[in-house]
């Protein structure tokens, strides 16, 4: 990591063109998402985030599910882009799962009724802050990746592949591999129309 925070802030982007290899080792991937996991801020330090990392044949599959999945509800004639598209995320080299722990929500819920409500909203917040570390994460370390969103309809599915427990909520599935081709120019609204100082 040799660039400054906001730099690398400013670096990551969705990378859609993904190839099945890695700029670095399994181990590392592992090291950056325990370290993601365990830094990342949550609500009442309640810790409720959870994360699969997929390689090799385990990230294809969650990829032939998706697909089969889709083929099922797509209409016929616009499968083919869908198709595509999930190709694309199958054809990088891993996938990072990211989970909230139902259980802990609704621990939260009945200790602390009088933000019941909220803890679902935190527990959401609280997956988006860890993607994000992870994202960039990746990103500094020459990893393209973007955010997919199959959930809720691959939940059973993942659940029973992957042995996941049953108060795991899936929240996003990261795609991720070595960049295949750079993204677009992004287009960015007046920062001044969005962030106000009153001093
Ligand atoms: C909460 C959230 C949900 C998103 N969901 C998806 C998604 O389901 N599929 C996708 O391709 N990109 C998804 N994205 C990525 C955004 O489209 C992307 O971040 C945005 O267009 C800015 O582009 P950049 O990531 O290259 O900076 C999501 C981003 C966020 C923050």
Do not use: C
């Amino acid at each position: 990591m040799s660039k400054n925070f906001l730099e690398a802030v400013q670096s990551r982007r969705s990378i859609y063109a993904l190839s099945k290899e890695s700029t670095i080792s399994d181990a590392r991937i592992q090291e950056i998402v325990e370290a993601a996991v365990l830094h990342s801020p949550t609500s009442f330090n309640s810790q409720s985030s959870r994360v699969v990392v997929l390689l090799g044949d385990k990230h294809d599959k969650v990829w032939d599910i998706t697909t089969e999945t889709l083929r099922k509800i797509v209409p016929a004639d616009s499968f083919e882009g869908t198709a595509q598209k999930l190709a694309s995320f199958k054809a990088g080299y891993g996938t990072v799962l990211f989970f909230e722990d139902q259980a802990v929500v609704k621990n939260l819920q009945e200790n602390f009724a009088l933000y019941a409500e909220n803890f679902p909203i935190w527990s959401n917040q609280s997956s988006g802050i860890l993607q994000h570390v992870v994202w960039t994460a990746f990103a500094e370390e020459g990893l393209g990746a973007s955010l997919q969103h199959y959930n809720p309809l691959i939940d059973d599915e993942v659940k029973s592949t992957f042995g996941i427990p049953a108060d795991w909520k899936l929240i996003a599935q990261m795609p991720f591999g070595k960049t295949a081709s750079a993204p677009g120019d992004k287009e960015f609204q007046p920062v001044e129309d969005r962030v106000k100082v009153i001093k």
